[in-house]
């Protein structure tokens, strides 16, 4: 960890005895959960069961468990991004394209090409056409074959994400959802930003076509999905969760190995339930507080020298047939 994730993440000493948040854990399970940076987190699947730890000195460390992935014959390795808010303006970042340009120049120097990039929304700030247009020119700087992306509630403000379709949706379905196979594993892209009041919602026809889209695989089929707010309920409190996410969670319970990717929240936090682990992704604009840390999840400043430590991207790795999949997070460099 950075210093500033040491300050800004510590739980205060005498926090051991305070309640559960909503999300069952305590603020110290919660800090403990939080703030993974430049740390690999290890994901196991054994008996069916996804078991996933913090890698240490001990373990194949974060460089070698990507890099074992990445040197393997047919891995398959690829990037997650999220929440670039191209068109911010305030003191949090006042240059978020200037941050955002150097994600992409991370990505390129991972020391291996991606076989995709997802953008895991909120590409824009306010859903304006010259937003869409300069993030959109802005990722074609990435050194992938594919660049996928899922809309933010951001990237839907006064049209419904209509504009977000026009630039991103070709190929999609309903309001933009898709899937696609790579390298034995099936990615799930969901929307989860439009129709919002408080919480994410997915609606009827999003779940009917998680449920046929599934219904024709092998339940030792590795699953991946994709979201901008988080199907598991992070902090409700805030709209850190899902409100029909059950409905989809039920469908991947028969599968051996599910992981669900999210952005939204501007920070690293992992949950496992069974056989699904969730990784809420990091941002490359600016940090939002933790959850309960301040009265609404609003821009955090912090010293312009420890921006990039809060902002960063994460590669995941993942060979078929193998029983790992690595995910490593890293700061902006």
């Known amino acids: 960890m950075t210093d500033y994730y040491d300050r800004y993440d510590g739980a205060p000493a005498d926090d051991a ?11 110290r399970q919660l800090m403990r959960h939080a703030g993974w940076f430049g740390g690999a987190v290890v994901l196991t699947v054994a008996s069916g069961e996804v078991i996933s730890h913090i890698a240490d000195s001990r373990d194949t460390n ?8 990445a040197a393997g014959s047919g891995a398959l390795r690829f990037v997650q991004v999220s929440d670039s808010h191209i068109g911010f303006q305030g003191p949090a970042n006042t240059d978020v394209a200037g941050s955002f340009t150097e994600a992409i120049n991370q990505v390129n120097s991972l020391g291996f090409r991606p076989d995709f990039v997802m953008h895991s929304g909120d590409l824009t700030h306010l859903s304006t056409a010259g937003q869409f247009d300069q993030v959109k020119q802005m990722m074609t700087g990435m050194k992938t074959d594919r660049v996928f992306t899922v809309p933010g509630e951001h990237d839907s403000i006064g049209d419904a994400g209509r504009a977000y379709r026009r630039t991103f949706g070709m190929g999609t379905l309903g309001d933009g959802w898709y899937s696609f196979d790579t390298h034995g594993v099936h990615f799930i892209a969901l929307v989860n930003t439009l129709s919002l009041e408080k919480l994410g919602h997915l609606g009827n026809a999003q779940i009917d076509f998680v449920r046929k889209d599934l219904a024709g695989l092998s339940s030792d089929t590795p699953v991946v999905v994709f979201s901008h707010i988080p199907l598991f309920a992070m902090y409700p409190k805030w709209g850190w969760s899902t409100d029909d996410a059950l409905k989809v969670i039920a469908l991947l319970r028969r599968f051996s190995s599910v992981t669900c990717l999210n952005g939204h929240v501007h920070q690293l936090f992992t949950k496992t339930e069974g056989n699904i682990t ?21 821009p955090q400043v912090v010293p312009a020298r420890q921006l990039k430590d809060a902002l960063g991207i994460r590669s995941v790795g993942y060979r078929q047939g193998d029983r790992e999949l690595a995910i490593k997070d890293q700061r902006l460099a």
């Not at 005895?17 to 603020?27: I, V, Y």
């Not at 992704?281 to 009265?295: E, I, M, Q, S, V």
């Open 17 to 27: 005895g305070q309640p559960d948040t909503e999300h069952g854990m305590t603020r």
């Open 62 to 69: 974060a460089g070698a468990a990507a890099g074992a992935v």
């Open 278 to 298: 969730f990784h809420s992704a990091t941002t490359t604009a600016y940090p939002l507080p933790k959850p309960g840390r301040a009265p609404a999840p609003t």
